[in-house]
């Protein structure tokens, strides 16, 4: 079975960061797409970051420039760096992995304010 598991969310004053992880069991990220995903409360869901199997990554415009995405294939995790964050960063995150089918995680809330 695979398994996704988001940790590092949490409060934190605008231009501040954090580093969300995404531990992967049941699935190896080297030979999938992996994504990070976010949803604020009345809007739907969308793509924030995603990292394909070849090491290509690419972003939404709205985070270019203060948010990385990175794997560590040894310890089988994605992360999520996200730096200069704002007000409007404020959503609960999740993890996707896509290999054969597509899995999520149960998310992590992030809460940017001062």
């Known amino acids: 079975q695979v398994q996704l598991v988001e940790s590092g969310g949490g409060l934190v004053q605008p231009g501040g960061s954090l580093r969300l992880s995404c531990a992967a069991s049941?699935?190896?990220?080297?030979?999938?797409?992996m994504g990070w995903y976010r949803q604020a409360p009345g809007k739907e869901r969308e793509l924030v970051a995603r990292?394909?199997?070849?090491?290509?990554?690419d972003y939404v415009d709205s985070v270019k420039g203060r948010f990385t995405i990175s794997r560590d294939n040894a310890e089988n995790t994605v992360y999520l760096q996200m730096n200069s964050l704002k007000p409007e960063d404020t959503a609960v995150y999740y993890c996707?992995?896509?290999?054969?089918?597509?899995?999520w995680g149960q998310g992590t809330q992030v809460t940017v304010s001062s």
């Open positions: 990292i394909f199997s070849g090491g290509r990554a």
């Open positions: 996707n992995a896509v290999f054969s089918g597509s899995y």
């Open positions: 049941g699935i190896a990220i080297s030979r999938s797409h």
